[in-house]
């Protein structure tokens, strides 16, 4: 029941193209409202600028300084439920 869902991410700066993979995790059960969002690998030139529980609202940080969404227009859905 309180499996975690593992995956990994690209992450990718729109200002200056910088891209790295981070190693995330957040909870399997998607009917609670916040999916217990956690980044356990930080790929290098990014940082956390504004921490979330929720990915799309969780804020990154770049070394060129642009801040942007770690999920943005990109669909995370293994199960459905296509959103943007
Ligand atoms: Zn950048």
């Known amino acids: 029941m309180a499996a975690r869902d593992r995956y990994s991410r690209k992450l990718e700066c729109a200002k200056c193209g910088h891209a790295g993979f981070a190693e995330v995790s957040e909870t ?10 956690k980044i356990d ?17 969780h804020m990154m940080k770049c070394r060129c300084g ?3 969404r ?11 439920e296509p959103r943007r």
Not at 41 to 57: A, I, L, N, V
């Open 70 to 80: 770690f999920e943005q227009d990109t669909v995370y859905a293994p199960g459905g």
């Open 41 to 57: 690998e930080m790929p290098r030139g990014f940082s956390t600028e504004r921490q979330s529980p929720d990915p799309r609202k």
């Open 66 to 68: 642009a801040v942007f």
């Open 28 to 37: 399997d059960d998607r009917r609670t409202s916040g999916r217990d969002f």
